[in-house]
């Protein structure tokens, strides 16, 4: 099936007479007939379902529609795009261990990394999304577990190049965990390209509505464990018998991991309704991002020719610095667009309170059009010198651009530059 075909019917076929819609089971619990077959699936728990604190029939089905679409395995949804990082990371590193990261990337993973996992014990090593495959080389260390970075990073819009940060991963035996938040898998598809782990924010294109927090993991089932150092995945594991997730359950075995044993232990599960809201928004993506990609392309396009802006950065943009990336790994850009305005941030808060019809709010990639002042916001806790490594200047405004009528965006913004 090709993807507009996915959003609709993969992950849950009903059989004769049941809904045609995947029902919302809310329910916590699942009844077994006796002691002896409930205590069966405590040694293997992929038998059957337990409790609802890592599986649940309705989100079963969007992380199966979620893996298909991405082209992966399997995939396990979480309560929140940042417990999906954390667990995606905290699945290969124990305290000791190091990863590294393009220092283009969201300012709360950049908290993540930089203050919360270097508490567990875990260092994070920073590099610039441009560096070289040398560059990158150096900042091993023999305790390295995983490289990360974000596919369209936010808000810095820097296009990684997925080829050249998965060979130097895998010149080092581990793999690349790619957020892919801002394309969706509509957009791009980084296991075509070398990526092993995929996660995403579902709040953002996936929901498209502003409904729901959460976030998914999804993995190729391309990577070999047993060709690095990762022994708790193909040890036994202490907590489930002594069972070796790569001998059990082979090309699997990361994913079924992180749902048996940190799911389990961390509990940060969405909800079935949660899941069931997030399915609805899943059905119309690949219609959805067409348009944000066409409506950002015109916005961005008008706002290059305003004299009240400094830059407006957008992969989609033939002038842009990633547009070649841009070419080889996306079908479409996205909606978000970032612009510097001349007169920095008195400029930049001075447009944004002037709009009449997008919202200024802490979220992006929904219908609506928004904008964000990402240095005073979700990049507010870094210093300036850290916003800049980022890509974040005092000037810059994110804007979301959302599905509205195009002419509806470009008057408001129009009348909003007018008051600067």
Not at 294 to 305: G, M, P, R, S, Y
Request: aromatic share 8%; net charge negative.
């Amino acid at each position: 099936m090709r993807d507009e075909t996915k959003c609709l019917h993969s992950g849950y076929s009903p059989e004769n007479t049941q809904p045609r819609v995947p029902p919302i089971v809310q329910s916590t619990t699942y009844v077994y007939d006796s002691t002896e077959e409930i205590g069966s699936v405590f040694d293997e728990p992929t038998k059957s379902l337990i409790y609802s604190r890592f599986a649940n029939p309705t989100v079963m089905a969007v992380e199966n529609k979620i893996a298909d679409l991405e082209g992966g395995v399997g995939a396990m949804c979480t309560a929140s795009g940042q417990a999906a990082t954390l667990i995606a990371i905290l699945n290969l590193c124990n305290a000791g261990d190091s990863i590294i990261s393009a220092s283009q990337i969201y300012g709360g993973t950049i908290n993540l990394f930089t203050f919360t996992l270097k508490r567990l014990g875990i260092e994070c090593i920073f590099v610039d999304c441009d560096a070289s495959e040398a560059e990158i080389s150096k900042a091993f260390k023999r305790n390295t577990k995983l490289v990360f970075g974000e596919t369209i990073a936010n808000p810095a819009l820097s296009v990684l190049d997925i080829e050249k940060f998965a060979s130097v991963a895998h010149a080092h035996n581990v793999p690349l965990i790619v957020d892919n938040t801002f394309p969706s898998p509509i957009l791009c598809k980084p296991f075509d390209f070398g990526a092993d782990i995929s996660i995403h924010s579902t709040s953002k294109y996936m929901d498209g509505h502003s409904l729901q927090v959460g976030g998914v993991i999804v993995d190729s089932g391309n990577f070999d464990w047993h060709s690095g150092d990762f022994p708790s995945l193909t040890e036994p594991d202490m907590s489930y018998h002594g069972i070796k997730y790569t001998e059990v359950y082979g090309t699997s075995a990361y994913i079924i991991k992180s749902r048996m044993q940190l799911m389990r232990d961390f509990g940060a599960y969405p909800s079935a309704h949660s899941a069931f809201l997030l399915n609805i928004g899943l059905e119309t993506l690949a219609i959805r991002m067409d348009r944000y990609c066409e409506n950002a392309l015109k916005v961005a396009t008008f706002l290059q020719k305003s004299d009240k802006i400094e830059t407006v950065c957008y992969p989609g943009l033939s002038t842009d610095k990633y547009y070649d990336l841009a070419q080889k790994y996306l079908k479409g850009a996205s909606g978000v667009i970032t612009v510097t305005l001349k007169g920095g941030k008195n400029a930049a808060v001075k447009f944004m309170d002037s709009l009449k019809m997008a919202s200024n709010v802490t979220h992006v990639a929904d219908i609506r059009t928004s904008v964000l002042h990402p240095a005073t916001s979700t990049h507010r806790q870094l210093s300036e010198d850290k916003q800049i490594l980022a890509g974040v200047n005092p000037g810059m405004v994110r804007l979301s651009v959302g599905l509205e009528h195009i002419d509806d965006i470009i008057e408001d913004l129009q009348q909003a530059l007018r008051s600067v």
